[in-house]
């Protein structure tokens, strides 16, 4: 069982390593920007953030380098950046008609992705992979949750 138990493991960390290494590079090749800026790019598509600050928050970087991101972004006319008329600290950062393109673009290209992933799977077969993966995530939440934080000594 323990074999079985770290090849299993190992198979989900590679899989999850070069689903990432190939999106990236394709987005790269396909959209000429870096996976930061895109990543950057995704989020403000989603979200809406009343600071720089909560965009790092929200993708666990520095401040400064949401700010040198949204600067070169802007500079490259994919968004625009303008004060809060009702606080001034604050910057209403907005995608501009080629930023929204690269979101678009980007959406088609992560659903064309999927579908490659899984060429010849059956519903049901994906349907069972889906509970799996799902059980999976609960376990690791579960674990997170009870596990005590333990120091080395």
Known sequence: MEEI????TSLLR???HEHR???MQLVQQCTGISHSQHLLLMVLAHEDFRSQKEIATRLNISPAAV???LKKLESEGYITKNTNPKDTRFNFVTLTEKGESVVSFSRQLFADI?????TGFTEEELSILNGYLTRI???LK???ETR???TME
Not at 5 to 8: E, I
Not at 114 to 118: S, T
């Open 137 to 139: 995530l609960d376990n």
């Open 114 to 118: 999927d579908h490659e992933l899984f």
């Open 67 to 69: 700010t040198m991101s």
């Open 148 to 150: 005590p934080f333990q």
């Open 21 to 23: 290494r190939v999106i």
């Open 5 to 8: 138990l770290k090849k299993t």
């Open 142 to 144: 579960r674990i997170e």
């Open 14 to 16: 590679i899989h999850d």
